[in-house]
C-alpha cells in the first residue's frame, strides 16, 4: 500500500466512477482498477462494488476513505512544511470563497497580494459556504473567506472587513429618483428577489428583509448574482447587492438603479479562515492584513459611486 492507491480510493470515492477518477488522477482506467484491485488483495477485504453504472464503497470502503484522507492532509501537511522550510513566503496556497464574493473582491486584492508576497501561487476555488467549510477540514483547501456567522469552530479566522449592502431597484421604480441614501425601511413597501438556497446571501438577505416587514418575490430565486442584477434591471423587482458587487469594476447596467442605505445600513462581516495546525499561518496573517488595508478605504469611498450610479443610469 502506498500514498498513490490512496489518492486513487479517494477519487473514486468523490467521482463513483473509474473513468472520472482515473482522469483526475492522471492516469488510465486500467492502472487505476488494477492498483484498486491490489490494495484490496493487500487489505483482504472488499472497498468497492462495481457495477455497471457506478461505483459504491463498502462499509470498509468507506472506513478506509475517511482514514485515507486524514493520510493525504498529513502528507500534504508534511510537504508544504518543506517548502516553507524553504521558503516560507513561496509555493502555492488554495483559498476558497463563496460565489458572491470571489469575482468582486479579487479585482481589489489580487495585485496588493502579488505585490505583499510576490513568490505565493494563491490558487482560487469557488463554492458555495458549506462546501468550503468541509473542504477545508477535509485538508483540500489552505483558507476560506466566508461571511459569519458560519460554522467556523475550531479555525483560525481573522477579521477580514465589513461589506454594507446596497438597494438595486430597476430604473423606472419610484427610488430611482431620488438621490442619497435611503431608509431600509423602504424595503417594507417592495418584494425582494433572492438567490436560491444554498447561498449564504439569501440568508443574509433575508435577515435584513424580515427585519423591515420585506417579502421575497414568490416564483423566482436566482441562481447567482448576476442573474439577480440582469433581472432588477429587466424591470421584474429589486434586491440587495453586496457594496463590492455595486461599484466598479463591476460594470453597471442600463436600467439598472444603486442606492446606498444610511446608516446603520445593512452589511456582512467577512473572515478568513483556517486550520489551527496549518503550516501557511503566518503567510495567511499576511494575506489577511493585505485585504484589512485595501478593501475598507475602496468600501468608504464606494458611496459616492454608488450615488454616481443613481444619476447615470437615471
Not at 117 to 134: M, Y
Request: aromatic share 4%; hydrophobic share 45%; net charge negative.
Amino acid at each position: 500500500m502506498n500514498i498513490r492507491d490512496l489518492e486513487y480510493l479517494v477519487a473514486l470515492s468523490e467521482h463513483r466512477h473509474f473513468g472520472r477518477a482515473a482522469a483526475a488522477c492522471f492516469v488510465s482506467q486500467p492502472t487505476l482498477s488494477m492498483q484498486m484491485k491490489k490494495l484490496e488483495s493487500h487489505l483482504g477485504v472488499p472497498l468497492i462494488e462495481r457495477s455497471a453504472r457506478s461505483v459504491l464503497l463498502t462499509a470498509a470502503g468507506e472506513a478506509v476513505v475517511a482514514r485515507a484522507r486524514s493520510v493525504l492532509n498529513e502528507v500534504r501537511d508534511i510537504e508544504s512544511i518543506a517548502r516553507q522550510a524553504r521558503n516560507p513566503r513561496s509555493g502555492s496556497l488554495r483559498l476558497g470563497m463563496f460565489p458572491t464574493l470571489g469575482p468582486y473582491l479579487l479585482p481589489h486584492v489580487l495585485q496588493p497580494w502579488q505585490q505583499a508576497l510576490p513568490e505565493l501561487e494563491v490558487l482560487l476555488v469557488e463554492e458555495k459556504t458549506a462546501v468550503l467549510i468541509e473542504r477545508l477540514h477535509a485538508g483540500s483547501l489552505d483558507a476560506i473567506a466566508v461571511a459569519v456567522p458560519s460554522a467556523l469552530d475550531g479555525l483560525v479566522t481573522e477579521p477580514l472587513f465589513t461589506e454594507p449592502f446596497d438597494l438595486a431597484v430597476p430604473a423606472g421604480h419610484p427610488l430611482a429618483a431620488g438621490s442619497g441614501p435611503v431608509s431600509r425601511d423602504v424595503l417594507g413597501e417592495t418584494d425582494v428577489l433572492l438567490l436560491e438556497d444554498g447561498h449564504c446571501l439569501r440568508d443574509q438577505a433575508l435577515e435584513v428583509c424580515r427585519s423591515a416587514g420585506s417579502r421575497e418575490r414568490d416564483g423566482f430565486r436566482a441562481t447567482s448574482l448576476e442573474t439577480l442584477r440582469y433581472m432588477v434591471a429587466a424591470g421584474v423587482g429589486t434586491t440587495l447587492l453586496p457594496r463590492l458587487a455595486a461599484i466598479p469594476p463591476v460594470a453597471p447596467l442600463p436600467g439598472l438603479v444603486i442606492r446606498p442605505f444610511g446608516a446603520p445600513a445593512p452589511s456582512r462581516s467577512i473572515v478568513l479562515a483556517w486550520r489551527p495546525s496549518s503550516t501557511h499561518a503566518a503567510v495567511l496573517a499576511e494575506l489577511a492584513q493585505v485585504v484589512r488595508d485595501a478593501v475598507p478605504g475602496v468600501l468608504a469611498g464606494a458611496a459616492g459611486e454608488a450615488v454616481a450610479w443613481v444619476s447615470s443610469a437615471g
